[in-house]
Structures are given as structure tokens and as C-alpha cells.
């Protein structure tokens, strides 16, 4: 079985501050590992992916995250917070198949102060 | 690209109707699945399906029933709506091989 936490499910930066919201998983096989971002009224929309490639993992809007197996992490960050970043941010995890959906996480709510 | 459509956007409901919400996909995608959204719970799975012809049960299936006719379409139905069924429904879909959801822009259902 596999499950994702997310800590915190508020995380309020001030504008032009690092973006740092964690994500730790567990999987008994190697797993994919995900970041969507929803905007209010909207569906998700894919931020980044780890396939099991570069640990490193670059997205869109700035973001990235990286994979720590040791700490079995998937940590997202961005440099500068604009307020265009507010959102929900879900992490999720997936087994190679990906056959069954993904286990998402319960969400942060990223707030960004003027 | 339309992509994944959901329809309605929004429902209001009596408890004991019977409601379907729509989804298609033109992507090809062989998998797609049913979600629902509630405050603090995150995204549970409903139902899926892997490829045209089955399904499977997700984390939240009991009061939901869904079928896969095609490759394109995955209805999700409640057959007698209930309060706690009152949530955001996503449709989404993938190619199994990366495990990427692609989501349509959700149905907000109020059940009364």
C-alpha cells in the first residue's frame, strides 16, 4: 500500500520569500512521485513529475522538487513566492503501474503575504 | 485540446435522486478514474477503470457505480443520492505507463 503526508495544510510565505512545502511518501515498490497545483474553482493541473530519472526534478512556474529516497521525501520549493502561487498543492504517489490512480495527499493551502 | 470533459459543473440534488455525471475524454488514454474532493481529506479514489470493458473499486466506492462502454466515456452514477455525497467530483485519465492524471474541471454536487 502506499500513502502520502503532507505537513502543514496552511503554509503562508511573504512575497519574494523561499516556497518550501513538504511531501513524505510511502510505497513498498519504487514509486512515481507527483506535485499538482489547483487554483480556486479549477481542476489540477501537473506542477512536476519524478519517473525515477534525475533525482532533481524541474517544473513549471519555477518550482521543483527532489527525491530523497534515504528520507523517502519529495520536498517542493521555489526560490521567490509571487502571488500568482497561491494555491492548493497536492502531493501523490504511484506505483509503476500507475495502474490504480494515485494516492494523493490531503493538501497545503500556500498563502502568500504582500 | 478539449481534453477531459465534465459534465454538469454544478448540481443541486434531493436526497434519494438518482444523478450521473459525465465524463469524456479525447486523449486515447486507456485508464481513467473518479475522484472526490472534501475539505482537509484531499482526493480519494472512487472508482477506476484500466482499460474499456472493466472497472475496479477505489478507496470510497460504496453508493457509486460507473461503467466503461468505450474508451472515451466513464459516467460515474449515484443511484440514491445521500448528504454525505455533497463534494467536488473529478474525472481523470492516464496513459498507465507514467501514472499522470490529467483532470477534467470537476462537478460540484450538493446533495439536500
Known amino acids: 500500500a502506499q500513502s502520502v503526508t503532507q505537513l502543514g495544510s496552511h503554509v503562508s510565505v511573504s512575497e519574494g520569500a523561499l516556497v518550501l512545502l513538504r511531501c513524505n511518501y510511502s510505497?513498498?515498490?519504487?514509486?512515481?512521485l507527483f506535485w499538482y497545483v489547483q487554483y480556486p474553482n479549477q481542476g489540477l493541473q501537473l506542477l512536476l513529475k519524478?519517473?525515477?530519472?534525475?533525482?532533481l526534478v524541474k517544473g513549471i512556474n519555477g518550482f521543483e522538487a527532489e527525491f530523497k529516497k534515504s528520507e523517502t521525501s519529495f520536498h517542493l520549493t521555489k526560490p521567490s513566492a509571487h502571488m500568482s502561487d497561491a494555491a492548493e498543492y497536492f502531493c501523490a504517489v504511484s506505483d509503476l503501474r500507475g495502474a490504480d490512480g494515485l494516492t494523493f495527499g490531503k493538501g497545503t493551502h500556500l498563502i502568500i503575504q504582500p | 485540446i478539449a481534453g477531459i470533459t465534465q459534465a454538469p459543473t454544478s448540481q443541486i440534488l434531493a436526497a434519494g435522486r438518482r444523478m450521473t455525471l459525465r465524463c469524456t475524454q479525447d486523449?486515447?488514454?486507456?485508464?481513467m478514474y473518479w475522484y472526490r474532493q472534501d475539505l482537509g481529506l484531499g482526493l480519494r479514489l472512487i472508482h477506476y477503470?484500466?482499460?474499456?470493458?472493466?472497472?475496479g473499486k477505489g478507496e470510497v466506492p460504496d453508493g457509486y457505480s460507473v461503467s466503461r462502454a468505450n474508451t472515451d466515456d466513464f459516467p460515474l452514477t449515484l443511484a440514491s443520492a445521500v448528504p454525505s455525497q455533497t463534494s467536488v467530483y473529478f474525472c481523470a485519465s492516464s496513459e498507465t505507463r507514467t501514472g499522470e492524471l490529467f483532470f477534467g474541471e470537476g462537478s460540484r454536487l450538493t446533495v439536500l
Open positions: 510505497s513498498s515498490v519504487p514509486p512515481y
Open positions: 477503470s484500466n482499460t474499456a470493458g472493466t472497472t
Open positions: 486523449m486515447r488514454h486507456n485508464a
Open positions: 519524478y519517473t525515477s530519472a534525475a533525482t
